[in-house]
């Protein structure tokens, strides 16, 4: 088997290339590529401003195209259904292993030799993820006119899952211990693994203790986090988010969420304390200039953490369909086991938890007291890292 190289070095034997390609339409096209590879980086250029997005389709784009040269000898526009059903059987067991999968442990750059196309054989949801994707890519290309028809059409479809019986979700204790331990442990021998640490606990922390959507994470500022004195004369920290609606509410920083902002802003190389107005985004990217992170990569961000708690955790299938916002989930499903639920509609900015409490209210220093004192994330502290 000849060596397998990134879609960008891929070189596509003439009697595959697409051009003549059995499933290819024949009328008005909307897309000038006139081969499969071409047609592919059409699809992936929409993605070129989401560049989580763009890094995840791509590689199931690329392990499409590498089978379908090296492996079926046949043209992505030459694919039939049955040939789907191959490929998704492959992706659960690439063979020949030693020419498919990366050395255990191993994290080739895309230029290096030892680059594979899969880390380890995708996992069940992994693979429904997958096709998922290539199922877009196939719906564009038919919609452009590029293809006639596309061979996930007659993909049997799971069966929708009765509320009663659908997975919860959120993460209970036990498995938001085990992504908290995850993200302790990530590496941090440079910079760039100490900003990357310092991002995820600071991302989660936000998500959690803040119980903030994914779009409220990309829009707020660091000058958006400010100090009032109460009536008691005691100082409390808020946050004001703009959210759902483009209702604004006040959520509390507690103690713990004071310090690990003020934690993850000296990674950053900043001061403690934001300042008035200060207009850097909450989260920062890691390189480039400070702009605010797009929905997709903040995703990904999340997808990525839980991924890696799922490949040590029993419970692996469940933890791996986390994402953002069973992340608000499990902040309010946490908070609803030491709170008033009052409090937890105004922290979450819910117009209602239940009918009788659209006419309840919470006074905003008592809201803030019951969190700070009944809702923390337990994250470890710095001194009891191991060397």
């Keep these: ?22 499933n290819r339409a024949q009328g008005t096209r909307q897309v000038d590529a006139n ?48 040939d789907m059903l191959l490929f998704e059987r492959f992706l659960g067991d690439p063979q020949p292993a030693e020419s498919w999968i990366m050395a255990a442990g191993m994290k080739a750059s895309r230029k290096s030799p030892g680059w594979r196309p899969f880390a380890a054989p995708l996992a069940p949801t992994s693979q429904r993820q997958a096709m998922s994707i290539l199922n877009s890519l196939f719906s564009w290309l038919v919609e452009g006119g590029y293809l ?4 996930l059409a007659l993909r049997r479809r799971p069966r929708p899952v009765a509320r009663s019986q659908q997975m919860p979700r959120f993460l209970p204790q036990a498995h938001w ?41 990309c829009t707020a500022t660091m000058g958006a986090f400010y100090a009032l004195p109460g009536d008691d004369g005691k100082q409390r920290w808020w946050l004001q988010i703009t959210g759902k609606g483009n209702k604004t509410r006040l959520v509390p920083v507690t103690d713990e969420l004071m310090a690990e902002l003020m934690r993850y802003r000296r990674a950053n190389g900043l001061k403690p304390l934001p300042t008035v107005a ?19 990569a903040v995703y990904e961000l999340v997808k990525e953490v839980v991924r890696q708690t799922a490949e040590h955790e029993a419970a692996a299938a469940h933890i791996e369909r986390a994402s953002p916002h069973w992340m608000r989930h499990t902040a309010g499903s946490h908070q609803s086991g030491t709170l008033d639920l009052k409090v937890v509609r ?14 309840l209210h919470t006074e905003d220093n008592v809201r803030h007291d019951a969190t700070n004192a009944g809702h923390k994330a337990g994250w470890m502290p710095d001194t009891a890292r191991p060397d």
């Design 1 to 22: 088997m000849s060596e397998l190289v990134p879609l960008d070095r891929l070189a596509i034997p003439p009697a595959l290339t697409g051009e003549h390609g059995r």
């Design 35 to 82: 081969d499969d590879r071409s047609a592919v980086l059409a699809w992936l250029a929409r993605y070129v401003d989401s560049p989580a997005t763009l890094s995840s389709y791509r590689k199931e784009a690329e392990r499409l195209l590498l089978w379908c040269v090296h492996q079926r000898k046949r043209a992505l526009s030459d694919l039939t259904h049955e």
């Design 148 to 151: 006639a028809g596309s061979p």
């Design 177 to 217: 211990a085990a992504v908290r331990k995850t993200i302790e442990e990530m590496p941090a021998e440079t910079d760039r693994d100490r900003l990357k640490s310092a991002r995820a606990r600071w991302l989660f922390s936000l998500l959690y203790l803040g119980g903030l959507r994914v779009s409220e994470v």
């Design 278 to 296: 200060d207009p850097l985004p909450a989260l920062l990217p890691l390189i480039g200039p400070p702009t605010f992170m797009v929905r997709s």
């Design 346 to 359: 105004d922290n979450l900015g819910h117009e209602n938890l239940a009918t009788t409490s659209l006419y």
